[in-house]
């Protein structure tokens, strides 16, 4: 039973290896007559590219999208949506190194235990280039969203102990393209870009956290009992590399809460809070829908580590190569892309909820 | 698109309302062969029970579960294997006065935005009781991981500010069930237990945190992409009511960490720490699995808050009756069932993924 | 990965041995708002009850369904409708002499292959009596259907060599409950009961076909590529106990016709013929849906037959007991329900098609 | 809720238009492991393509299947099998003019009503060019059935009115590729042929049947009780274009039997006959699986045709072009790669069924 599926109305399939043909996907159950904007699709790609931004990977990647069916005249026909991103630099040699050896924190040993053979070129399919298929879909799901007046936007609220201040209501989410480290606190960017500057030259990496907001989203979203809104996105985001953490709303705050301080007071104009990011009982409410998601350091160091190859003797491993010192910045489109194909899923199925 | 199903091999469907004929479940995809304990099942349903621990509600529901199908002489079928747990206690002239007002925290007013009708009676679909059913197909799967050598224990890690001391690997989880709090850190369950009555007199209420523990998890489990154990893990969580975050391994705290801190580095007899929490790339390494499940405080408290009716009118409520406050006791057998869920489900999954 | 699930969004699973406490199901997915009757439900059971017809078995079943979520004053809530029957008249010991023996045509040899148990009381979960539950569930599809203005009747077009004359549009189908046959051309009913009282008294079976139509099907159901809407009407109706084939129109008639014969003309006002059934590439036409299902002659026979015991050694097997001749005048209102699941199905699926 | 995918574990997407970039698919679920033959894949292709036989369509589709992932070094790497082939020869001027017309027996009005919008351009994804990618797929399920010694193969048993004589049994399967009608019967070649030829110079179309075989198939396959062998089996047939029926073993004709003539007696050896077609109660038994496959006359034939055009008025539509007279001889590795599907499908499904 393969997990390579998100989605039951509208539905993502990804495929392929970081160093293989290509990587791409098929989106099934974008409903017909959708106006498809190709290059909303591959500004969507550009931002997650490695060297989209100075403080990542200095890989160029020449990610470009082809759409093979599902679109005519720029309109979605109702029929899958197929789309192959070719790879291109594919300089497997410098993985050669690594073909009998298991990387700290990585899935190469985990991947060969399940499968007994692994693609050891660039993480294969555990690399997060398998990213790039997610992005191209959630790009199409956010054209759906749009469609229905949903919005979705991302921002780095934390790298390292550097937090954005303020809540996320006072942020303006339109500045987030504007600086390299894709916060929306332009009083942070320099503390933020500095940090990550720093553990590079440490031959170190940082972790991070990304806040995700959706506005618009119409009550009634979300399926009880298993597929609560707020657990399909914990679900969907907890999916994406290095993620180590999903809180809805005020999460892990929460816990030292009152009920009397924790609850958000109804008025007859909405709620006068929004500590439960916008979900109740599963189900959304009409509110901006707030979570954040954590993601650790990126576990590929230029520091020496112990590890151990095939053979199980031990070998110490010092990462040579491009590596993103801090994965959060190139993480914020894909946070969004997952949003955008969650919320479009849950949109679609929120229509056989009533009788009419 | 419904949600009352969770799994995809061994797979889990629930039913009922609080206050209808009953709860219920279907568990498809038990293989044949399994020696079902109906002693063990019962008893973890009444570890989840209101009145089974001195600090939650003091309801006494008499939760008996009937078990319909797929068992003969006390062996699975390989057939659906359908439960009944008949409602006993269901004072519905206690919810009277809520059929016109939506609570503050709860599911009232999103369940009726979303299906135009709602059974108000305790919360009707919306309300815990609900997962009295997870924990019998909890129950039926731990039965089916013991089997394969897997255990699975989950204890109170936090009540309010009040934490355990020590990681998990230092407390004893056989220590869980002696004590009401349901912690496995003695030295704390005063404390807790004090904070739980302290809230209780201010009819108030509070949150909690509960970490969990799989044991024995074979090397191998969980899928890529989408499916990665953790996210499968952190959705089941997610579900649960209440819960409004989820960390597997470090989780939040490896925010702040370097990548050179919080790597797991790799020794011929297994890794040197246990910081991904047993699961690298999604797929488990044969180490402890850990997790955190962060608890917001019941919403249902004794003291006045604002609130809206049906017609949108400015209300103050005042909740009646016998109400937990704090949630986190009484959900760690929850959390435990859901645990074993979806690892039942990633156990069968696996025979799947070579050849042989 | 289990297969007692049927639909994807309005989706019946059933549970329950012949002989073991009952048989039962979940209909999940029926949307909100939905006016149950649950007179009609016990009707359709009543309908598909041994001794509902003096032609079939005189074992007297008191098939009671209750209802046991999901409904609140007779309406839907959105949430999964669970319903059992008790099983009452399990006369177990009858299936004493048969637990060791492997009965000809029954699927007792090939259960005991996959799970290496079986409950052998009646045929245990393998029997007919399963199909209680999808009347039940078909029941309820049928007045979701209702609503939508979709009818669905089927009756006996051939029992052994004896047809019905003309074609079904010819036929008045609310004569069907009338006779015991469930044939609706009052012109054969007599040869029909002749034949099937014959090879009762012979201790013998015969075959049989039931052909069913459905008014009113809205254009546009059904989705291409495997989930055609007669390739899921096919699965559906191949998964009743005892049938043997599917044919969708003229069916395995048009092997022999020319295209220039076989299509159907179009005209401004519909299609001038229906020899494609109602459907064209898979898709709902608007037309009747008209399709024809057959049945083999029912495998338990009091005439002595050749077989094996679980020792693999040589046993002659003669049949004891209450047994229906020929199964088709009791298997109308199942390939009714069959009908109503599939399409209720694809009527709420049709839902995500468009965009708008 | 789109019906793209077919299959539980082993499971294939498709997608693609008649004359867009390409068709292709996603094989996700087989195992890791297998050695990928891919010579033999495009063998398979190259049997179903246009032009293969010279009684087809003259179209010489250039069809070349390129794998863009989870193979390396020729071995399945567990991942998804994503494949394309592209569209060469797409002569969509030999289209236009059918843009504003409904053409009989097609999807054309049926697919325009569902969705609002088509590709008319040779019938867009209804189009039979959908099942180069099934067959893709289906060979890659061959492999995986080989290696568990599982052989299936399929032949025209009938064209119009012209028969192979005798019983499958008595045929051989390894004659199939030698004639260009792909029958197993030598003796009926001309006859098969020349009706062919004879309704191609009139301008007509006839139709034929498939009779399918699956050797070595092991005992326990096939789930009860909605997914039963044969269920899945007959739905994966219906969803090809042009079948109009499926029957297993025998089918229609057990319709006129006697129980006491139609059951397989069990001899210690196995059954003494194979009425029952290799499948018990849904189950594989061990013995040849059999089934035959009902397709209609193509409906694309240059005689004219009454029709309406999408504003509604009357047409008379006169087909130009090249197009296959009678489809069944292409359909053979149609039908055998849908068999091949579903059987892997199930072999894997079948992992789970026991707890050890």
Redesign the interface.
């Known amino acids: ?6 989605g ?2 509208f ?1 993502l ?5 970081s160093h ?5 996907g ?1 989106v ?2 974008c ?4 106006h498809i904007d190709m290059m909303a699709i591959q500004t969507e790609l550009d931002r997650r590219r490695p060297g989209g931004t100075t403080l990542g990977t200095t890989r160029q990647e020449a990610d470009r999208v ?5 679109v ?1 005249d720029g ?8 789309f ?1 991103i070719r790879n291109a630099d594919a300089r497997s040699s410098d993985y050669d190194a690594l073909k009998d050896v ?1 990387r ?4 190469d ?3 060969e ?7 050891h070129r660039g993480g ?3 690399s997060a280039r ?1 990213t790039a298929a997610r992005v191209v879909g959630g790009a199409i799901a956010r054209q ?1 969203l749009a ?1 229905q007046g949903v919005q979705v936007g991302a921002y780095v609220a ?1 790298v ?2 550097v937090r954005t201040t303020g809540s996320y209501a006072e942020l303006d989410l339109a500045t987030v393209w504007d600086n390299e480290v894709r916060t929306a606190d332009p009083s942070v960017v320099t503390r933020m870009s500095g940090l990550i500057e720093q ?1 590079r030259a ?1 031959g ?6 990304i806040t995700c907001i959706a506005r618009g989203v119409p ?2 979203l ?7 809104l ?3 996105l ?3 985001m ?2 994406i ?1 290095a993620v ?9 705050d ?15 104009t909405g709620n ?1 809070t929004n500590r ?2 916008g ?8 509110e901006d829908i707030v979570f954040d998601v ?8 230029a ?1 020496a ?4 190859d095939r053979a ?3 070998v110490v491993l010092q990462a040579q190569g491009r590596h993103d010192p801090c994965v959060v910045p190139r993480a914020v489109p894909i946070v969004e892309a997952m949003a955008c194909l969650v919320l479009a899923d849950h949109l ?9």
Do not use: C
């Not at 235990?113 to 693609?119: A, L, P, Q, T, V």
């Open positions: 039973m393969p997990g390579n599926i998100i039951q109305v539905r399939t990804t495929f392929g290896e293989g043909a290509g990587i791409g098929v099934d159950g409903p017909a007559g959708l082809e759409i093979l069916s599902g005519m309109v979605s026909l109702g029929t899958p949506i197929a192959l298991y700290p924190g990585h899935a040993r985990t991947w235990g399940k499968y007994g053979i692994r693609d294969g399919r555990s398998e759906l469609f934390q390292g102990e553990v440490e170190d990496s940082i972790g991070g956290r009550p009634g979300g399926e009880p009992v298993f597929d609560k707020h657990a399909d914990g679900k969907a907890l999916s590399n180590k953490g999903f809180a809805i709303g005020n999460g892990f929460s816990i030292v809460q009152r009920g009397s301080q924790n609850n958000d007071a109804v008025t007859p006068r439960s990011g979900i109740q009982g599963g189900i959304s409410n009409g954590a993601f650790k350091p990126v576990s590929t160091i520091k580590q112990d590890t151990v199980g003797a031990p679609l199925r929120q229509r056989a909820s009533r009788v009419r």
